[in-house]
């Protein structure tokens, strides 16, 4: 671990260049990964997040990435054999497993029995904030229990403003989470370290600071109205820190988030003081 990105932050920020609404040339996006992956901040970057669409429609080169599977869930096994069989390193899968009003478990079901193949890759079923999430997270948590290497993610963002919880909504599942002893990752409309509104939409967007403090204390015990006032927080002064008091140790709970440009949640973090580091 370098000694400019604490632990707290080891693999916190996903690459997500590839991905809409602006994706860049797979050539492209593998080159700059691999200056991120050599770079002093190395340890902060997690995957890169290649989407399962590409295969096929691009020559890949042998890389490591993670797969995001925006085809058919029935397709997805052969997916991941063609990329291993190019020379492609996959290093977890991410899925979604219903849309927003849709019942989880069937989706749920498919990733399990995905599991059953033998592929040996940790799945993350994407999960609606919506009905039916907490009978899907005992089922996770139950797959779990039996080996399957699976774990939740959430979209708290998008183009409308019902797909943004609310502190407190968050804070549920996160406690949630906690309660099942389930890692979490998140995705969309993670844009800056603090909660914070877009002048051009409106959206209000939660921050990964504020979500990664609420984790800690969510796993110290702290309750949901706690949780949530972490994540209400629209200055980095509260939550600067409980981040510092804790920059030493692992991260709970949170696994992580994708970012277009992964030096955006660097530049924050430095700024705030939070990794030492610098830029030329």
Aim: aromatic share 4%; glycine share 10%.
């Amino acid at each position: 671990m370098s000694t400019m990105v604490p632990p707290l932050y080891a693999g916190l920020v996903d690459d997500a260049c590839l991905l809409p609404p602006s994706p860049v040339g797979l050539d492209d996006a593998v080159l700059k990964h691999q200056e991120h992956t050599t770079s002093w901040y190395s340890d902060l970057i997690g995957s890169l997040l290649m989407p399962a669409s590409l295969l096929g429609t691009e020559r890949v080169p042998r890389l490591t990435a993670a797969l995001i599977g925006d085809v058919p869930a029935a397709a997805l096994p052969n997916t991941v054999e063609k990329l291993r069989s190019s020379g492609v390193v996959v290093r977890h899968l991410e899925a979604a497993v219903a849309r927003r009003g849709e019942d989880p478990q069937p989706g749920l079901a498919t990733l399990r029995t995905f599991a059953a193949a033998g592929t040996g890759l940790p799945l993350y079923a994407e999960i609606p904030l919506s009905w039916g999430l907490l009978a899907a997270l005992d089922s996770v948590a139950e797959a779990r229990a039996d080996g399957v290497p699976i774990a939740p993610k959430f979209r708290v963002g998008g183009l409308a403003a019902e797909l943004f919880p609310t502190p407190v909504e968050l804070a549920a599942v996160i406690c949630a989470c906690r309660d099942r002893e389930l890692p979490f990752k998140l995705a969309a409309g993670m844009r800056h370290a603090t909660r914070h509104t877009d002048p051009e939409t409106g959206f209000t967007h939660h921050g990964f600071l504020n979500v990664l403090v609420a984790t800690v204390i969510a796993a110290g015990g702290g309750e949901v109205a706690e949780v949530a006032e972490a994540l209400a927080a629209t200055h980095p002064v509260p939550l600067v820190e409980p981040a510092r008091t804790h920059r030493d140790g692992p991260r709970p709970l949170f696994v992580g988030f994708g970012a277009a440009n992964v030096v955006e949640p660097l530049t924050e973090l430095v700024r705030l003081g939070l990794i030492n580091g610098g830029f030329e």
